[in-house]
């Protein structure tokens, strides 16, 4: 497929570092909920195989490296199914999950889960692959694929990069070097002197509209993704240690797809590290540093040259250097994004009605956050190490800073909670809610 063999060697550098974490999981994937009868296994397989088809690396890359290969693998190896305790609901739809995700996939790197019982006429699909095989977009363009679907609409990408060493390939060669041999110390979320992992990762979701987000964003004149780090700014504040030395630095994946590799399927990501501006007083002035901070995203975007220093460096290295620019002292969490469908999606006639992100949590660390769009609605999804305290409250958090935003940037929104109206100084946090989560 064109332009595979160029994500596939950016995904080696995942392998690497999950080979050298056998304890941590490197997954991301996604649950659709669908209401429906539950489909034969039969029906499965097929839509394994249409994905298969459409995408053939998904054959070849059947087993990570190390593995014992046993040639390409059959549909029946990426699939399972799980019974939930009859009409338990979303509590046991969420227990569910949990129990999947908790069992990472060995013998194959992608893998489909049918969960069903939980409610009459509705199942889930859970769709899971690692993260050297799949980023975000890939995971989303395999399940257009299977489901006949077209593809997203093409972003304007940067030419690809030139061998020769123009100046701006030195500059971001020396800039990127620069930044992983420099010193960093940023803020860790958990408990002082608990290092992470503690036990099985625990996953909470929540959702509000899109355009909600995008009228912010419109009216402050900054980006989506810049109102989603901004709330994620001032959610993240009652987990603040009190030693207020370092800074609260978040990876935020960037793709990295060139116009060769606009529709190659891989993991074409690179991290750009921001800097969450927690400690400001406002949401307002919070939204505005943000918007500052992630200059440096907008610039990488369209920068042929931005990836010079894996192109550079000989491959046997890019696990290490992965390692080193996520290690816990240099960042805070992982903050992803990942644009979805505008419009819902149906599985053999049946409505997918909600889409559900799924997380990786790297090792050491004690946060990832995942914001997916998914048919007008956006979904947070945190995960998060058994160590962090009150995980359950900050996608409440993350819900009430979008009302402190609505407010920053209207000084006619209707907004109940005084501590958030715009100039006040302070910007005290809200009261914890009792938590709602959403599996």
């Known amino acids: 497929m064109l332009g595979h063999d160029k994500g596939a060697a950016a995904g080696e550098r995942w392998f690497d570092y999950a080979a050298a974490h056998p304890h941590s ?5 996604g649950v659709a909920l669908v209401a429906g009868p539950t489909p034969s296994t039969l029906e499965l397989h097929a839509l394994i195989d249409l994905a298969r088809a459409a995408h053939p690396p998904l054959c070849d890359r059947a087993r990570p490296p190390g593995a014992n290969a046993r040639g390409p693998a059959e549909p029946t190896d990426h699939f399972d199914e799980v019974v939930l305790p009859t009409h338990g ?46 980023d975000g977009m890939s995971l989303i363009g395999v399940m257009l694929a299977a489901l006949g679907e077209a593809g997203l609409p093409r972003r304007r990408t940067p030419p690809g990069s030139s061998p020769s060493w123009t100046p701006g390939r030195m500059r971001a060669l020396l800039g990127a070097a620069a930044d992983i041999a420099l010193p960093a110390r940023s803020i860790t979320l958990g408990p002082a002197r608990v290092q992470a992992p503690t036990g099985p990762p625990r996953r909470r979701w929540v959702h509000t509209p899109l355009p909600r987000l995008k009228a912010i964003a419109r009216a402050s004149r900054t980006s989506l993704n810049d109102v989603y780090l901004a709330a994620l700014a001032g959610a993240l504040r009652p987990w603040l240690p009190d030693d207020t030395r370092g800074t609260v630095r978040a990876m935020v994946p960037l793709d990295a797809r060139r116009r060769d590799t606009s529709n190659a399927v891989g993991n074409f990501h690179r ?15 919070r939204l505005a540093a943000t918007h500052l901070a992630t200059a440096n995203i907008r610039i990488d975007r369209l920068d042929p040259d931005a990836d010079a220093l894996f192109e550079t460096l000989p491959t046997r290295w890019h696990g290490r250097v992965l390692a080193r620019a996520l290690h816990p002292r240099r960042i805070t969490l992982v903050a992803t994004h990942v644009p979805g469908p505008a419009r819902p999606l149906e599985l053999h006639g049946h409505h997918i009605h909600t889409l559900l992100p799924l997380m990786f949590l790297p090792p050491g660390h004690h946060l990832s956050v995942c914001l997916a769009e998914y048919a007008g609605t956006a979904h947070l999804a945190v995960i998060a190490d058994p160590s962090l305290p009150d995980v359950d409250e900050l996608p409440v958090h993350w819900l009430a800073e979008l009302d402190a935003l609505e407010a920053a940037v209207d000084p006619d929104h209707p907004d109940t909670t005084p501590a958030y109206k715009p100039g006040r100084t302070g910007d005290p946090l809200p009261a914890r809610p009792t938590p709602t989560t959403t599996p």
């Open 89 to 134: 609901g979303d509590v046991a739809l969420h227990a569910g999950i949990e129990r999947v995700c908790a069992r990472p996939l060995t013998d194959v790197t992608w893998g489909v889960t049918l969960l069903h019982g939980h409610r009459d006429n509705e199942f889930a699909l859970l769709l899971r692959a690692h993260h050297g095989l799949l």
């Open 25 to 29: 999981s490197m997954e991301i994937g």
């Open 271 to 285: 991290g750009v590290p921001v800097v969450l501006p927690c400690r400001l007083p406002t949401a307002g002035e």
